[in-house]
C-alpha cells in the first residue's frame, strides 16, 4: 500500500479543522486496526447494485481514496474481489454509505474499508454510476480531491483548499498536546494546564476545545 497523506488522527484533524468535518459515526472501520488517509474519489451508486464501484476501481486514479454513496443500502456492495482489484490498482481504501461483506478476507489483504456494516445479500450490475460527482456520505459532503482520513475513532473529510491549513493547524495542536502530557507528567493537573474552571461553566465564559 502506498503512503498515509498524513499521520494525523481524524481526532486531531477535527479539533484542528474547526469546521464540521466528521462523518457520522455509524461508518466503522471493517477490521481493527484499518486506517486510511488520502485524496477522495468519488462515486454515486445506488442500493442494491455494485456496478458503480467496479466502474469506479477502473477509473480511479492510484493513491486516492474510493468514497462510495449506496444510499445506506444493507447489500454486500464491495468484497474481496473488487478489494483485490482496488489494491492491484493503487488505490487506499473505501469508504462506503452502505453495507460490505468478506470481512475476514480483506482484513487478511490488509485493505482499509468504512461501511455501515456488513450484509451478504448480492447485488445487481446494471446502474453505472456516477464518478467525480459530489456525494454526501456519512452526512457530509465530500467532493473528489478532498482529504478523507479514518481510523479506529472515525472518519472527517477536509476540503481541499483547507488542507494545508488543517495540516499545518495539526501540527501545532500535536506540539501542545505534547507539551502538555510533558507537564502533567510534572503533577501539573488538566485543569490548570486547560485553564478550566472547576465549577464548570460561568455566566460570560466561553467554550474550550475538547481534550
Not at 484533524?13 to 481493527?32: G, M, Q, V
Not at 462515486?43 to 492510484?62: E, R, S
Request: glycine share 14%.
Amino acid at each position: 500500500m502506498m503512503a498515509l497523506r498524513t499521520e494525523h488522527t481524524s481526532a486531531t484533524l477535527l479539533e484542528a479543522s474547526k469546521r464540521d468535518i466528521a462523518l457520522a459515526p455509524a461508518l466503522r472501520p471493517l477490521w481493527l486496526g484499518a486506517r486510511l488517509a488520502g485524496p477522495a474519489y468519488t462515486v454515486q451508486g445506488i442500493p442494491g447494485d455494485n456496478l458503480a464501484l467496479h466502474n469506479a476501481v477502473a477509473a480511479a486514479p492510484p493513491g486516492h481514496v474510493l468514497v462510495a454513496d449506496l444510499g445506506g443500502g444493507t447489500f454486500g456492495h464491495w468484497g474481496e474481489v473488487l478489494a483485490v482489484a482496488a489494491r492491484a490498482r493503487g488505490l487506499l481504501g473505501l469508504v462506503i454509505d452502505g453495507a460490505v461483506r468478506d470481512s475476514a478476507e480483506q482484513a487478511e489483504l490488509g485493505f482499509p474499508v468504512f461501511s455501515r456494516g456488513l450484509a451478504i445479500h448480492g447485488t445487481a450490475k446494471r446502474y453505472p454510476g456516477i464518478l467525480g460527482r459530489s456525494v454526501i456520505v456519512g452526512g457530509v459532503l465530500v467532493r473528489t480531491g478532498d482529504l478523507v482520513v479514518g481510523d479506529a475513532d472515525g472518519l472527517v473529510a477536509v476540503p481541499a483548499e483547507h488542507e494545508q491549513g488543517v495540516l499545518a493547524a495539526a501540527d501545532r495542536r500535536v506540539e501542545h498536546e505534547a507539551h502538555i502530557m510533558s507537564e502533567l507528567s510534572t503533577g501539573r493537573t488538566t485543569t490548570e494546564l486547560l485553564g478550566l474552571n472547576p465549577l464548570g461553566k460561568q455566566e460570560g465564559q466561553t467554550r474550550h476545545g475538547s481534550q
